[in-house]
């Protein structure tokens, strides 16, 4: 697959706005409890962790009440949903107190029924895409409150696509341009580059004219980095020296950007062959030994942590929004192409999480919800 690279993206790019200059002002405002919201008296399906554990033993059809908006909300009737290793961390164990029965799922497209009175932009019966945060009820269900600067019109998108974009799509895009800043030239190391978050990374750093290393296991995985998503480098992390390699292509001097996208070992590793004053973003939560520490600190180098529903503990501006919009006309243009490789009924879920859980998937894996 050709992908673009040319001076439209500088143009692109210098649509976005600056992070700081309309940071939103937390002075006399008071934030809502970022867990609870909410409820209707009317109920709906949704499929329901009960426990946390095996996907097979918590998941539950059950009869759930639906969501009211706040100010800023769009109720979604949800079409379609997606499944992200972000549910399958939470049902296993959630990182934050949550109530039970939850509801998961943090991707959406769906048909707009009612919105909140702040909201702007958006009316009802649009169709949209969003990402609802994972501090409240997700899209595995009939409907879902989503906050509106996270969402954007679905416009020529399937279904399956748009749902298939949000958190992955504005993780990669934060992590590369918000968080490493990488310029057309760099070259960087993207880690798992058939996943979720990696294919939308991968075709996003080529579009901006970075030379990008990438890494898979898998046979039909490192053939569609290669052929599909146009990465310079594919290095097979089961057969090959990670380290060597990425020293070996940067000419010994290591990889000044890296985005993790795996965590654990993956991390470490990352800073075995981290360039001097390299930067490394990794979208796990990560911890360091002493050792690692100590190598951290005498190779100067920086890192960066990146969580797409951080700023959903803080009112939001909508620069989350704007970018999901730039994400949509990108998949409009074919300049980006997200992959789907499975769609399950909502009955289905907890055969999704295990699809997830074994890595033996590429791009996203979508749940249908409602037909229509």
């Given at each position: 697959m050709h992908l673009q690279k040319s001076t439209a993206c500088g143009r692109w790019l210098s649509k976005m706005p600056d992070c700081a200059s309309n940071a939103p002002d937390l002075?006399?405002?008071?934030?809502?409890?970022?867990?609870?919201?909410?409820?209707?008296?009317?109920?709906?399906?949704?499929?329901?962790?009960?426990?946390?554990?095996?996907?097979?033993?918590?998941?539950?059809?059950?009869?759930?009440?639906?969501?009211?908006?706040?100010?800023?909300?769009?109720?979604?009737?949800?079409?379609?949903?997606?499944?992200?290793?972000?549910?399958?961390?939470?049902?296993?164990?959630?990182?934050?107190?949550r109530d039970l029965p939850l509801i998961l799922g943090f991707d959406v497209c769906g048909v707009v029924v009612e919105k909140g009175s702040n909201v702007r932009g958006f009316k009802i019966g649009d169709r949209v895409t969003g990402s609802p945060t994972p501090f409240r009820s997700g899209a595995n269900a009939s409907y879902v409150a989503v906050d509106y600067r996270s969402c954007a019109l679905a416009g020529r998108l399937t279904d399956e696509i748009a749902a298939a974009i949000p958190l992955a799509g504005i993780t990669a895009f934060e992590a590369l341009l918000d968080r490493l800043h990488i310029r057309s030239g760099n070259l960087v190391v993207i880690h798992a580059g058939a996943?979720?978050?990696?294919?939308?990374?991968?075709?996003?750093?080529?579009?901006?004219?970075?030379?990008?290393?990438?890494?898979?296991?898998?046979?039909?995985?490192?053939?569609?980095?290669?052929?599909?998503?146009?990465?310079?480098?594919?290095?097979?992390?089961?057969?090959?020296?990670?380290?060597?390699?990425?020293?070996?292509?940067?000419?010994?001097?290591?990889?000044?950007?890296?985005?993790?996208?795996?965590?654990?070992?993956?991390?470490?590793?990352?800073?075995?062959?981290?360039?001097?004053?390299?930067?490394?973003?990794?979208?796990?939560?990560?911890?360091?030994?002493?050792?690692?520490?100590?190598?951290?600190?005498?190779?100067?180098?920086?890192?960066?942590?990146?969580?797409?529903?951080?700023?959903?503990?803080?009112?939001?501006?909508?620069?989350q929004g704007i970018i999901l919009k730039r994400l949509v006309e990108m998949t409009e243009g074919g300049t980006l192409r997200p992959h789907v490789s499975k769609v399950y009924p909502l009955k289905e879920l907890a055969l999704a999480h295990e699809q997830i859980e074994t890595g033996h998937t590429t791009g996203k894996i979508i749940i249908r919800v409602n037909n229509n």
């Amino acid at each position: 697959m050709h992908l673009q690279k040319s001076t439209a993206c500088g143009r692109w790019l210098s649509k976005m706005p600056d992070c700081a200059s309309n940071a939103p002002d937390l002075t006399n405002r008071s934030v809502r409890h970022p867990v609870t919201f909410a409820q209707k008296s009317g109920s709906m399906k949704a499929n329901v962790i009960t426990a946390h554990g095996p996907a097979r033993a918590v998941f539950e059809i059950r009869e759930m009440p639906e969501p009211v908006a706040t100010a800023d909300d769009l109720i979604i009737k949800v079409l379609t949903t997606s499944v992200n290793p972000l549910d399958c961390r939470i049902r296993n164990k959630a990182s934050v107190p949550r109530d039970l029965p939850l509801i998961l799922g943090f991707d959406v497209c769906g048909v707009v029924v009612e919105k909140g009175s702040n909201v702007r932009g958006f009316k009802i019966g649009d169709r949209v895409t969003g990402s609802p945060t994972p501090f409240r009820s997700g899209a595995n269900a009939s409907y879902v409150a989503v906050d509106y600067r996270s969402c954007a019109l679905a416009g020529r998108l399937t279904d399956e696509i748009a749902a298939a974009i949000p958190l992955a799509g504005i993780t990669a895009f934060e992590a590369l341009l918000d968080r490493l800043h990488i310029r057309s030239g760099n070259l960087v190391v993207i880690h798992a580059g058939a996943g979720g978050v990696g294919h939308m990374a991968v075709q996003i750093a080529k579009y901006v004219g970075c030379k990008v290393i990438t890494t898979a296991s898998r046979e039909e995985s490192l053939e569609y980095c290669t052929s599909e998503l146009g990465a310079d480098y594919v290095l097979n992390y089961r057969e090959q020296d990670i380290k060597a390699a990425v020293m070996d292509l940067s000419e010994g001097k290591g990889a000044a950007l890296i985005l993790d996208t795996v965590g654990g070992s993956t991390f470490s590793q990352c800073i075995d062959y981290a360039a001097i004053t390299g930067h490394i973003c990794t979208i796990l939560p990560v911890s360091t030994n002493a050792q690692e520490g100590y190598q951290l600190l005498l190779k100067n180098i920086t890192v960066s942590y990146q969580f797409m529903g951080g700023p959903s503990r803080n009112p939001l501006n909508n620069r989350q929004g704007i970018i999901l919009k730039r994400l949509v006309e990108m998949t409009e243009g074919g300049t980006l192409r997200p992959h789907v490789s499975k769609v399950y009924p909502l009955k289905e879920l907890a055969l999704a999480h295990e699809q997830i859980e074994t890595g033996h998937t590429t791009g996203k894996i979508i749940i249908r919800v409602n037909n229509n």
